[in-house]
């Protein structure tokens, strides 16, 4: 085992450890000062880290002048894409107070833990270029850090709790920090450092957040980092082969319009965001005319008046229920409605107030959504 080798394990044990005990013990015990108490670990392992590895200069070059011309387009997309959805969903009022001191005092922390591990990342990476298996590893360990501090507790007793933190933050996160790792193994830690200084920290400074929610932020966040990545690559690529990137039928057909359409459509259907959406139906009480598996996609309704014989779907202890309108009833307090399965024998017990209801069934499509049902039931079954 070489000295260098030996430093890298040393490093690895001493921040996993860290992490471990920051999740079973620090942050448990010491909530209140857990943001500072990384701050403090950080700056004595990044310190220890230079004193073990080194620190390598690091020159500006075509590459990276390129890319980062491309990272400040991006991010200003990013911005202009997620305030632009804000004018049709609203907005939201930044739940941290915005006046100077109290500002300060939110982003120190933040800022201080992306410098450190920003200059960490660089120094284990180029202080191990010609082992590509350090970055992988540091990469994973950085990824892991940053999740252990942003999920309190992991939700693995509800699969939907589950695959919401996944999607929110796990994906984002790993995502992200891959894109990170590769730009700052190419051209060093100026771009990784000025990504995260405006997409991590731009939440704490501006009055207004656009209310997108959860899934279509998180999308975003992970779109953002995958398309810088792309670019990056292709500019990689073409100087290093020293020749123009061209697109040839090998990269870009004729089919790539429909298929990437088609998975826009899906991705947007899903989401919830528009007026239509999609869902998948994991029962058979509305058989033969909608079936176990089928995916539907709903109209958003709010104040529509809803008629007998109308397929809706409506909310009743967090389960969507997908079930046919038999009875309208208007009363002071609003309308409400007596539903039931086309295949049930009585109706359902339960009375569906207006504000339950979710939407109305407009498409059917057979057959769909069968392998994400059968995913959730097999992991419920595990549980």
């Given amino acids: 085992m070489t000295k260098r080798t030996f430093k890298n394990i040393s490093l690895l044990i001493v921040f996993i450890v860290y992490i471990v005990l920051y999740k079973l013990f620090l942050f448990q015990n010491f909530m209140k000062y857990s943001e500072i108490i990384n701050v403090s670990f950080l700056l004595i392992y990044v310190s220890s880290t230079i004193a073990l590895l080194g620190i390598r200069k690091y020159k500006s070059s075509y590459n990276s002048k390129n890319i980062f011309r491309v990272t400040v387009f991006y991010i200003i997309m990013f911005f202009i894409i997620m305030y632009g959805l804000g004018f049709f969903v609203g907005f939201l009022k930044n739940a941290y107070s915005l006046s100077f001191l109290t500002m300060m005092d939110n982003i120190f922390c933040p800022i201080m833990v992306i410098i450190l591990i920003e200059t960490f990342r660089y120094v284990v990476i180029w202080a191990n270029k010609d082992k590509k298996i350090w970055t992988v590893l540091f990469t994973i360990l950085i990824t892991v850090f940053e999740i252990a501090i942003s999920i309190r507790t992991l939700q693995v007793q509800e699969l939907r709790l589950l695959f919401g933190q996944f999607a929110t933050i796990i994906l984002p996160v790993t995502i992200k920090n891959a894109v990170l790792s590769y730009l700052c193994y190419h051209i060093g830690y100026r771009v990784p450092l000025f990504y995260r200084l405006l997409v991590d920290i731009y939440v704490f400074l501006v009055p207004i957040i656009p209310d997108v929610?959860?899934?279509?932020?998180?999308?975003?966040?992970?779109?953002?980092?995958?398309?810088?990545?792309?670019?990056?690559?292709?500019?990689?690529?073409?100087?290093?082969?020293?020749?123009?990137?061209?697109?040839?039928?090998?990269?870009?057909?004729?089919?790539?319009?429909?298929?990437?359409?088609?998975?826009?459509?899906?991705?947007?259907?899903?989401?919830?965001?528009?007026?239509?959406?999609?869902?998948?139906?994991?029962?058979?009480?509305?058989?033969?005319?909608?079936?176990?598996?089928?995916?539907?996609?709903?109209?958003?309704?709010?104040?529509?008046?809803?008629?007998?014989?109308?397929?809706?779907?409506?909310?009743?202890?967090?389960k969507i229920i997908v079930h046919r309108i038999v009875t309208v009833t208007e009363e002071e307090n609003g309308i409400t409605y007596v539903t039931k399965g086309d295949a049930n024998n009585s109706k359902d017990p339960a009375i569906v107030k207006q504000k339950q209801v979710k939407g109305i069934v407009k498409i059917r499509i057979p057959y769909v959504a069968y392998p994400s049902i059968w995913l959730f039931e097999y992991f419920n079954e595990r549980r």
């Fill in 213 to 318: 929610g959860d899934y279509i932020h998180s999308l975003i966040l992970v779109s953002l980092p995958s398309l810088i990545y792309i670019a990056a690559f292709s500019i990689i690529d073409e100087n290093n082969q020293e020749e123009q990137f061209i697109f040839s039928k090998e990269t870009f057909s004729f089919w790539d319009i429909p298929i990437g359409l088609f998975v826009a459509v899906i991705a947007a259907l899903v989401s919830g965001f528009f007026p239509l959406y999609m869902i998948g139906v994991g029962s058979d009480s509305m058989s033969p005319s909608i079936n176990k598996g089928d995916a539907i996609i709903l109209k958003k309704v709010h104040d529509e008046k809803l008629k007998k014989g109308d397929v809706i779907a409506y909310q009743k202890d967090k």
